[in-house]
Nanobody
Framework: HVQLVESGGGSVQAGGSLRLSCAAS??????MGWFRESPGKERQAVGH???????DYARAVKDRFTVSKDNAKNILYLQMDSLKPEDSGMYFC??????????????????WGQGTQVTVS
């Protein structure tokens, strides 16, 4: 059973920063990423990181958000800077299944965390 546990959400004023964490226990995925949902909108990709450390971001967050991973602790991070009200939503981390690569994060059946709420006012 793969368990992903997010933390670090909260309320912040526009222009502020937050850092989200996602602990993946003992499961090591080739690719992990972040998604977000807000009322009335479909789940959106935020960004991901591959096993080689390569990253990619949605256009809406590029240059403001940074995805990183502490491989020793097996924790995924999302550093969010210059936050805007439209960044508000429930943020989920995801991990591809064993043997899969990053495309499976978007087109497969990744494992999901339970989400953490971010509110920017």
């Amino acid at each position: 059973h793969v368990q992903l546990v997010e933390s670090g959400g909260g309320s912040v004023q526009a222009g502020g920063s937050l850092r989200l964490s996602c602990a993946a226990s003992t499961y090591r995925a080739n690719c992990m990423g972040w998604f977000r949902e807000s009322p009335g909108k479909e789940r959106q990709a935020v960004g991901h990181i591959g096993s080689d450390g390569s990253t990619d971001y949605a256009r809406a967050v590029k240059d403001r958000f940074t995805v990183s991973k502490d491989n020793a602790k097996n924790i995924l991070y999302l550093q969010m800077d210059s936050l805007k009200p439209e960044d508000s939503g429930m943020y989920f981390c995801a991990a591809v299944r064993s043997g899969e690569r990053c495309p499976a994060l978007y087109h497969g059946r990744p494992y999901w965390g339970q989400g953490t709420q971010v509110t920017v006012s």
